[in-house]
């Protein structure tokens, strides 16, 4: 397993300006967006034992990250 942070600007790179342009424009996609990076620095910090938790739990937040991540995706691709 990586421990690397699953960044948007490395997952959808060919998004980038995309979503700092849909941030600007749409609460609600910036939300989804600020959810996303904060589940993220939560599974990251879990993955490398900053903070460690209980094995379900760190499921439970990969689950969340992934659904936040096709949520963010369906929108980037929704109009482009």
């Known amino acids: 397993m990586s421990h690397t942070p ?3 600007a490395d997952d959808f790179p060919e998004f980038a300006d995309r979503i700092a342009a849909m941030k600007q424009s749409d609460a609600h996609f910036a ?18 034992n900053v903070e460690p938790v209980e094995e379900l739990t760190e499921v439970e ?18 109009d482009a």
């Open 6 to 8: 699953h960044e948007l």
């Open 31 to 48: 939300k989804l967006v600020e959810s996303y990076h904060e589940v993220n620095r939560a599974v990251h910090r879990a993955e490398t």
């Open 61 to 78: 937040l990969r689950k969340r990250r992934a659904a936040l991540k096709d949520e963010i995706y369906a929108a980037l691709s929704a």
